[in-house]
């Protein structure tokens, strides 16, 4: 069996809150902050040997302990109002080299978490991931959703912020969600389970920078606390935004005055368009050369304990 679950659980109309790395990783930074902060526990894991290669060999008093790998786990809490699985998915399988998952891995991955949701009695799937679009990085990041029924699309826009991909798109909610956030929702809708994606905006320009984007994570993780009917502390978001803003603006200042004109009228804009396409190119021109002197302190994030409050 791929996936190990290391004890037997009661369940009571459980959900599964799940995501993988992606751009920014909105959801990853979201779905592990939410198992962290309800104390959730570990309750099994993925083997990982067909999916991944290791990252290292653990040594503990000079003997080789183990091989590192990617984490691919299960968390469970009896929250007070819902019985809550989390997955956790550190890195997508499939694809080397590119950020998103995809292929015989991918979907064999998916089937994993899939069978393991089926064995806890779980009917209910949410994933998270982000939603790359024409928005400012000083405004509020909204969640975009997408949903397997139209019951469900109405119960997850209930919440504040929370916006269906037809309301936050011209493209009249048509559109694609790549990676296993996607394929795990489109496998669970065929095997009949309820399944929902919250999405966190990030501006187009961003979708490619090697940190992470807080200000979507936790309107996320906002999102997911009216899910599961819990307070949450979002002080670690709020002081994360604040480093991440500072090597943000450092490029924001150096744009040419029409190209941030044109940039800030999405402050006031609900649909704003895109810029023009040579304003695109000399923003990812730009951002690509300030990135390679990027210092790795300044906005690299790859230490899985700063993903955590402490």
């Known amino acids: 069996m791929g996936f190990v679950l290391h004890k037997e659980l009661d369940l009571e109309d459980p959900v599964l809150v799940c995501s993988w790395s992606g751009i920014g990783n909105i959801g990853l930074v979201a779905v592990d902050n939410l198992q962290y902060q309800v104390s959730a526990q570990e309750i099994g894991l993925i083997n990982p040997w067909h999916f991944f290669d290791p990252r290292n060999a653990v040594v503990k008093n000079g003997f080789i302990e183990s ?12 929250l007070p109002n819902k019985d809550s699985v989390f997955f956790v998915g550190e890195e997508q399988p499939g694809q080397m080299g590119k950020m998103h998952g995809g292929g015989e891995k991918a979907y064999h991955m998916a089937g994993l978490v899939l069978e393991a949701a089926e064995k806890l009695g779980i009917k209910k799937i949410y994933t998270s991931g982000a939603c790359v679009a024409a928005v400012h990085h000083q405004v509020k990041p909204r969640v975009v959703a997408v949903a397997s029924s139209e019951k469900l699309l109405q119960e997850v826009k209930m919440i504040p912020n929370v916006y269906s991909m037809g309301e936050t798109s011209e493209e009249g909610g048509e559109g694609v969600i790549t990676g296993l956030n996607g394929l ?11 399944t929902a994606c919250l999405m966190g905006e990030i501006p187009d320009w961003l979708s490619r920078a090697p940190f992470p984007y807080p200000r979507a994570s936790q309107s996320v993780m906002e999102a997911f606390a009216h899910v599961l009917g819990i307070d949450l502390d979002f002080t670690f978001f709020e002081k994360k935004t ?14 040419p005055e029409k190209v941030k004109e044109q940039y800030d009228e999405r402050k006031t804009e609900l649909q704003p368009g895109p810029i023009t396409h040579e304003e695109a190119e000399w923003m990812k021109a730009h951002l690509d050369d300030f990135l390679k002197n990027l210092p790795k302190s300044e906005g690299e994030d790859d230490n899985d304990d700063d993903q955590k409050p402490t």
């Open 67 to 78: 091989l590192e790998f990617p984490k691919s786990k299960f968390y469970y809490q009896n």
């Open 242 to 255: 604040e480093e991440i803003d500072k090597v943000i603006e450092k490029l924001y200042h150096k744009f």
């Open 184 to 194: 795990l929702l489109a496998m669970a809708q065929k095997r009949g389970l309820e």
